[in-house]
């Protein structure tokens, strides 16, 4: 599987958007980006994924770089139950293996 | 709908003693998955099953380790015998079968968190 770069953590206030960055510059064609969270004592959960084009869903939206180089999760507000691990992941779309490779994560806090 | 259900939740041996831990997917989930999580690091894959055959195990120690999913359904992982580096948390995911794209979401479960003494 790909490689993907994280900020080990990064820091934001309640109520203000947060913009987490994600590198994969060793990235191929078929190559989906998945983004999971991981709450205190919880097991990951899925946030969202995007091959190409900019996605949007309810938790968050995903922006593409155009070479697919790097990507950015965009929490538009942070509330205080989004602080977690962020896992970018990268996921062979020609491959049958739905393996999730996970590296360490950008550990997000939020301050009140 | 019901998610991913595992017990124990906290389990504490002494080393050289075995443990089993239970998993329960969401209901029709074809593919279920074990993994290990160490403290500070992300989530390692043990083992994956397909319905009741295994698709990967290619990390699982399997001098120690095991598991089944003998119905296809629910699933046992085993350490036996349990070393002082096995203290971790076992999670478990099941995903939907999704043909040919890799779109499958895995669901986890809260995990099991072993300390071995």
């Known amino acids: 599987d790909a490689k993907t770069t994280q900020p080990n953590s990064m820091e934001s206030n309640e109520e203000e958007p947060v913009h987490l960055p994600c590198n994969h510059s060793t990235i191929s064609g078929t190559d989906y980006i998945h983004w999971y969270r991981q709450l205190p004592s919880q097991g990951p959960e899925y946030v969202i994924h995007g091959l190409t084009s900019n996605v949007n869903n309810r938790m968050a939206s995903l922006a593409i770089a155009e070479d697919r180089k790097s990507s950015t999760l965009i929490l538009h507000r942070a509330t205080l139950r989004d602080a977690a691990v962020y896992y970018c992941?990268?996921?062979?779309?020609?491959?049958?293996?739905?393996?999730?490779?996970f590296g360490k994560g950008t550990l997000l806090t939020v301050n009140p | 709908e019901a998610g991913v259900a595992q017990s124990p939740r906290y389990k504490i041996i002494e080393k050289r003693q075995s443990v089993a831990f239970w998993c329960n997917p969401i209901s029709g989930h074809a593919t279920l998955y074990w993994y290990q999580q160490i403290l500070g690091q992300g989530p390692k894959l043990l083992i994956q099953?397909?319905?009741?055959?295994?698709?990967?195990d290619s990390q699982l120690p399997k001098d120690r380790f095991s598991a089944e999913r003998l119905k296809g359904v629910d699933s046992t992982l085993k350490i036996q015998p349990a070393k002082l580096e096995d203290s971790a948390v076992y999670l478990c995911a099941s995903s939907p079968r999704v043909q040919g794209m890799a779109k499958n979401i895995q669901y986890f479960g809260a995990g099991t968190r072993l300390s071995v003494l």
């Open positions: 992941i990268l996921r062979d779309g020609g491959g049958s293996n739905y393996k999730l490779t």
């Open positions: 099953f397909q319905n009741n055959g295994v698709v990967d």
